[in-house]
């Protein structure tokens, strides 16, 4: 398994966007944009502190345990948790069950949607201008 992990630097993040805007390109599928399976959140408040929420690749996963027919998995290679989608019947359990809200249906495609670390080259991490995040 990959020693690598993606890094989040909330101090350094300045909602540009860009990580975003990177994860629906690499998951581009017949000519459209995919959903992006991070997002940068802007903060309103006088402080303006901003943040990027993506998935964490939780050790003990509540997506996993909640998926009947064991369509996540860990890949040995990235380390992410990644949907095998010939498994996966569409019941959206892994949807609710995770906590941080980083599991996502994509209705086009009828599935779920997760970070899978674009493989072991995050994208998101590659178009970070500012090093808020960063893949070591």
């Not at 805007?21 to 903060?43: E, F, N, T």
């Not at 901003?50 to 997506?63: E, F, G, S």
Request: charged letters at 20%.
């Amino acid at each position: 398994m990959t020693t690598k992990m993606l890094h989040v630097y909330p101090q350094k993040c300045i909602a540009c966007k860009n990580c975003e805007l990177a994860c629906a390109q690499v998951h581009a599928k017949d000519g459209k944009w995919g959903k992006s399976r991070i997002a940068a959140v802007m903060d309103t408040t006088p402080a303006a502190k901003h943040t990027v929420v993506v998935c964490i690749q939780c050790a003990d996963a509540a997506c996993v345990s909640a998926c009947p027919a064991g369509a996540l998995v860990r890949d040995d290679g990235t380390g992410a948790i990644v949907v095998d989608r010939s498994k996966c019947v569409q019941c959206k359990s892994c949807v609710a069950a995770c906590p941080f809200g980083n599991m996502h249906w994509e209705c086009a495609g009828r599935q779920p949607v997760k970070c899978d670390l674009c493989l072991g080259d995050p994208a998101c991490a590659k178009f970070c201008p500012t090093g808020a995040l960063v893949w070591k």
